[in-house]
C-alpha cells in the first residue's frame, strides 16, 4: 500500500509504516534541514521541502494518482483548555485544515492523524467531535484513542491522539498494548559510556547487545552513529557530580537550585524506569529529566532516538539543533508500526 506522509518531520511515522510493509510514496516537511535528513533516510520517497498551504494538491495527485494511506500530525493550536475558541475556521488551524483538504484530494482508503492529548478531552470532546465530523462528511469512519508509547514495548511516557479513519462504514480499531516492557539500562547500555564532550558522529560500537530491545534496533548496523556527549559547561558538571544514581535535585543544596518550569529537571533517568516525553532540548538539564542514570551528562541524540524506538540504520543529519528537533518531534516508530498492522490487517479482510 502506497503512503503520503504530511508535516512528515524526519519520518516517525513514515519509519513505523515501512516496517509494516507500506511504500512511502511521498512526503512533506517544511522545514529545510529535516527534510534533508528524511530524504537521506528514504531515498525511494519524493519529498516536498515546502510549505503545505503553498503546495498544488491536484499536481501533487496527478504525479501520485494512487494514494491508499495518509498520515500526519498537523499542528492545531486554535484551542484552549477553557474551549473558548473551538473552531476548524479558527486560523491557527489552517495546517490541520490541509490535511483535511489532502484527504479530500486524494481519497485514500485510510488515514491517520497524530495530535496532543488533550486534542481529544478538551471542551469534553468538542475539538474531537469537529475532526471526526470533517473526516465523516468526507465518507470517513473514524476511531480515535490516546495511545501511550510505554503499552508497546518503548521505554518512554509518550502519550499521542491518534485518529484512524476508513473510507466507508467498516470501524478500524486502534492498536492494543502488546505487553512488551523495556527500561532505559535494557534501551541504551550498550552504547559506549562517553563523557561530557567526548564523542563523534560517526564512531563504533564497544559493546554487544544484551537486550532483545538493543539487538532489535541495532540489526546488523556495525558504525555507530549520532553517538555525541554534550559539552556541559564547568558548573554543571560540578552540579550533576552531586546527583548520585536514582536521585535529582532534591540532594541539591538550596543555593543550586533555580526555578524551571519543567518537571524532572537536574534528574536523573532510572536505569529500571523510562523516560518522560523526549522533547526537543534533551542535552540540557534543566529541560527535563533527560541526565544519564550514571553519567554526568544529558542523553546523546542516538540515546534519545533509541528511547523513541529509532533503529540504529537510521541516521540524523544537519546541526545539533536540528538534529535533537528530528528526534523530539516524531512519533516513535515502533507506536507507528503497530498503528500500520492494524491498517494492514483490516485492509486484508475487506
Known amino acids: 500500500m502506497k503512503v503520503a506522509d504530511l508535516f512528515a518531520g524526519v519520518g516517525g511515522l513514515s519509519q513505523g509504516f515501512i516496517k509494516a510493509g507500506f511504500k512511502i510514496s511521498l512526503a512533506v516537511e517544511y522545514d ?47 484551542f484552549s483548555q477553557k474551549g473558548k475558541r473551538l473552531k476548524l475556521d479558527d486560523p491557527r488551524n ?3 485544515r490541509r490535511f483535511v483538504e489532502f484527504v479530500k484530494e486524494f481519497k485514500p482508503k485510510y488515514f491517520v492523524l497524530e495530535n496532543v492529548p488533550n486534542i481529544i478531552t478538551t471542551a469534553d ?28 514495548g518503548i ?25 512488551q516492557k523495556c527500561n532505559i539500562m535494557e ?3 550498550d552504547l559506549p559510556f562517553l563523557k561530557s564532550g567526548e564523542g563523534t558522529e560517526v564512531s563504533h560500537y564497544d559493546k554487544q547487545p544484551s537486550s532483545d ?8 548496523v556495525s558504525i555507530l552513529h549520532n553517538h555525541v556527549a554534550t559539552k556541559h ?10 546527583i548520585p544514581k536514582g536521585k535529582g535535585k532534591e540532594v541539591l543544596p538550596k543555593e543550586l537550585l533555580t526555578k524551571s518550569i519543567y518537571s524532572g529537571t537536574w534528574c536523573r533517568l532510572l536505569e529500571d524506569g523510562y523516560a518522560p516525553t523526549i522533547t526537543t532540548r534533551f542535552d540540557t538539564p534543566s529541560s527535563g529529566r533527560f541526565t544519564h542514570p550514571i553519567l554526568d551528562r544529558c542523553l546523546t541524540v542516538r540515546e534519545a532516538a533509541r528511547i523513541q524506538s529509532f533503529p540504529d540504520s537510521f541516521v540524523f543529519y544537519g546541526n545539533r539543533t536540528s538534529q535533537m528537533k528530528q528526534v523530539g518531534n516524531a512519533v516513535p516508530p515502533l507506536l507507528a508500526f503497530e498503528i500500520a498492522k492494524v491498517i494492514a490487517k483490516h485492509n486484508s479482510s475487506i
Open 155 to 179: 521505554p518512554q511516557d509518550r502519550k499521542r491522539a491518534i485518529f484512524i479513519g476508513v473510507l466507508g462504514k467498516t470501524p478500524i480499531e486502534l492498536p492494543s498494548p502488546n505487553g
Open 125 to 152: 470532546g468538542f475539538f474531537k467531535n469537529q475532526i471526526i465530523e470533517a473526516f465523516q462528511n468526507l465518507g470517513y469512519t473514524v476511531s480515535c484513542e490516546v495511545l501511550c508509547a510505554l503499552d508497546f
Open 94 to 96: 489552517f495546517l490541520f
Open 213 to 220: 530491545y538493543q539487538k532489535k534496533l541495532r540489526g546488523d
Open 32 to 78: 529545510k534541514s529535516i527534510a534533508e535528513a528524511y530524504k537521506l533516510n528514504h531515498t525511494t520517497t519524493d519529498v516536498y521541502n515546502e510549505d503545505i498551504c503553498q503546495l498544488d494538491f491536484n499536481e501533487v495527485h496527478l504525479k501520485h494518482p494512487n494514494i491508499d494511506v495518509v498520515i500526519g500530525g498537523p499542528p492545531c493550536q486554535g
Open 233 to 242: 559547561s564547568k558548573a554543571a558538571l560540578s552540579k550533576l557530580a552531586l
Open 187 to 189: 534501551a541504551i547500555y
